[in-house]
Each structure stands twice: as C-alpha cells, then as structure tokens.
C-alpha cells in the first residue's frame, strides 16, 4: 500500500501540509487546492491536514488522518498508563499511528509496537522518526504471530479494536482476541494490560478493572493482570490522577429529598461501582436516575466531585411548579439537568425558559420524587 511517505520525504510533506492548511484556513476548496498543488495521494495529504487543523491545541505536529485522531489515545491517557506501566521493555500491541508508544518511549527503556495495519504502521513510523525516538522498535505484522520473534518484554500492553460489524459490544469481538493474545505473550510475562471498550457489561474476569476520565467523563477501562493488578476495581480521574480503589458496589444510605448541596460525581467512579468509596461523612446518595448525584446538608468536598450546586428550591416535579419554583428562584436561563431526551431538549428548555425575568443562570434537576432548582457552586 502506499502512502505519501512513498512520494515525498517528510521535509516535503511539511511544506504541503502547511500550504494546505493555510489554503484550507482561507476558505480554498479541496479542488481548487489541488490544482494548485499539483501533488501525488492528494486526498490523503488533505485528510492529514485536517486532523492537524482539529488537533492543533495539543503538542507536537505528528502524522494521523481524521479517522486515526478520533481513535487516538488521550496525551493524558497516554501519559498516566506510561507511568503505571515503566519497565524495562513494553510491548504495544495495535499502536495505532503511535501515541501510546511515544509516551511508553518517556517512561520505558524499550518499545516493541506492533501494528498490522500497512498504512497507521507506516504513520507511526514516521512519527518515531520526526521526534528521533531511538528506543522504539517497530513490527509491521500481526500481533499473535508475532510473538515468537520476541525475547523478552516484561509488560505487554494493548489497546484493543472494535470489529466494524459489532452490534454489541463484547470482549470476543475485540481485535486482537485477548485470550489468544495472551496465551500467545505468557511465555514472556503474566503482566498485562488491556484496553477494552468500557461499556462492556457483566465483565467476569480476575483483574484490575481500571476506569479512567477526562473532566468527569468515562474514557477508557484498562484490565491489568499479573503483578499489576492492585485491586478488583479502580477509577482514575485525569488529569488529576486522584484514584480511588476497593471492592466493588457498597450499598448506600439515600436521601429521597435532596438537602442543601448537591453534587456530581465523576463518571469513572460511577462505572466503577465505587461511589460509597468516595462518599464524605455527611454526603448521600441522591439520585442514580440520570446521573449519579450525592447531597449534604452541609459543603462537602472530594476530588471526584466534577460539579456541586446550592439549592435554591425543591417541589413537585410538575411544569407548574416548576415554572414557578424558577420564577421565584430568579431565573434568567435554565439548564436542564433532567431525564430529557437529546433531540428534545432545546424545546423542554424553551418551556422552562419562556417568560422568566431574572437574570440568574440555573439548574434543573428533576428525579421520580421531586424536582430541583440549584445554582452552581464550582
Ligand atoms: C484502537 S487502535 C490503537 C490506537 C493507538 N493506541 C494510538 O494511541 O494511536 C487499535 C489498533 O490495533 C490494531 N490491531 C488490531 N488487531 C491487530 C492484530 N491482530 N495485530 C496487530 N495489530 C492489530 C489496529 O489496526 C488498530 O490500529
């Protein structure tokens, strides 16, 4: 297969890029650009400068098309498993154009990535070589088959794929099979971790099962087995790296009411099933409706807390009283934080929204018993 790394160097490919991005910033289209341009694998050079363009706030200028970033690992994801996971020599199984790798680079003496698709390996290729990356050695071919031509690695990582044709999402789907990629690495280590997509349900393995968030919200679940397994179940908050672990789904003390504060929780907790872990004296369980939300009657305060709100107001959960809980309250604008379906919620908004007069901004929830009205804390 080939790419643009077969027509041009990447010096080339550098300028194309940045005349094309420039062209694309003013408003230039794809054909005009091109013949302009006058170049080989065109359209693939225009995808790898707009994933540039969307990408742009983070670092370096590396080599992905549209379709690799939306797949691509988190810098902050990347960085946190490259600290969990230092050793000696790692493997990356499916490394993708890269990013896993480069970050593994920081904190690993060696990388073996493998990637058997001939394009994303060619890319990440091309990235080690831009950042001059010596420690990182590349395999273009399947994962399992693989095996056999490694020595030694003392951790093997992989960030697993979905089949395309998935209805479900399920572990055996996931490429590469895990329990084949396993049988096939432990005679090199029983120290793995596994990324796998972290809506899987009903998950009956003996591991770690790790759930990361960015801002509050669900990222990625990582398995570790072996040595690196710490607990049953953990959740990390990035870009924080508070964790919280134990024993998964304590029940817990819940307030039909919803008293002074309110405040949400991080995804990765919920997911995890570790909320009572990160429960503060005082604080219980409000609502699992819509989201998982905790109340206190007086300020608490966790690292898993993404937001925390003061109620103004609480009363039936009907449009009347509600309309009038706002009106009291001074709302200007309402966010709904209730069970509203997306397509729908600019209109429900709308509802609440007509004919208020105050200027505050503020928040809706609304759960089986009551509805809230709440301002924002932090
Ligand atoms: C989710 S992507 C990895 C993204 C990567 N971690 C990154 O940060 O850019 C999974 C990768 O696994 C590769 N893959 C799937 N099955 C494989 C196999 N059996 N052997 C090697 N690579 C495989 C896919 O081609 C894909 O690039």
């Known amino acids: 297969m080939q790419t643009v790394f077969d027509f041009y160097d990447q010096e080339e490919i550098e300028g194309y890029l940045s005349e094309i991005e420039s062209m694309l910033r003013k408003g230039h289209n794809p054909e005009k650009i091109q013949a302009s341009l006058g170049i ?11 994933a540039r363009m969307k ?10 098309g549209l379709e690799d970033l939306r797949f691509a690992t988190h810098q902050d994801v990347a960085d946190y498993r490259a600290s969990r996971l230092r050793c000696e020599t ?32 060619r ?19 399947e994962a399992i088959k693989s095996a056999k031509k490694i020595k030694k690695a003392d951790i093997i990582f ?27 690495y432990s005679k090199l280590t029983k120290d793995f971790c596994i990324e796998i997509p972290p809506q899987i ?3 009956k393995i003996k591991c770690e099962k790790e759930y990361l968030s960015i801002d509050g919200k669900l990222n990625r679940l990582d398995l570790y087995f072996g040595n690196l397994a710490k607990s049953e179940y953990s959740a990390v908050s990035l870009p924080s790296k508070e964790r919280v672990e134990g024993k998964t789904q304590k029940s817990q003390k819940k307030s039909e009411k919803a008293l002074r504060y309110v405040y949400e929780v991080d995804e990765a907790v919920v997911k995890a099933g570790l909320t009572s872990n990160i429960t503060p004296k005082g604080c219980l369980l409000y609502s699992e409706e819509r989201q998982t939300l905790l109340t ?11 937001k925390t709100y003061k109620v103004l107001a609480t009363c039936d959960p009907t449009q009347d009283k509600i309309t009038n809980g706002l009106k009291k309250s001074g709302a200007g604008s309402v966010v709904l934080r209730a069970k509203v379906k997306p397509e729908e919620y600019w209109s429900e908004k709308k509802k609440y929204e007509t004919g208020m007069t105050g200027n505050k901004k503020l928040y809706l929830f609304v759960t089986s018993k009551e509805a809230l009205i709440a301002e924002i804390i932090s």
Not at 55 to 64: A, D, F, Q, V
Not at 93 to 101: A, E, K, R
Not at 296 to 306: D, I, L, M, Q, R
């Open 201 to 203: 349900r009903d998950l």
């Open 55 to 64: 990408n742009e706030k983070t670092g370096e200028k590396l080599y992905m």
């Open 90 to 121: 790692i493997i990356d199984v499916g490394c993708g154009v890269g990013l896993q790798s480069i970050a593994f680079a920081k904190t690993c003496s060696k990388v073996i990535a493998i990637e058997v698709d001939e394009r994303k390996a």
């Open 296 to 306: 206190s009657e007086k300020h608490a305060s966790s690292p898993f807390f993404t």
């Open 158 to 184: 992989c960030d697993t794929e979905r089949a395309a044709e998935e209805t479900e999402r399920s572990l055996e789907t996931l490429r590469p099979n895990i329990k084949e990629l396993m049988k096939a």
């Open 123 to 141: 890319y990440a290729e091309e990235n080690f070589k831009k950042l001059g990356l010596k420690n990182v050695e590349l395999i273009k071919d």
């Open 40 to 50: 080989e694998c065109f359209e693939e050079m225009l995808n790898l400068a707009k």
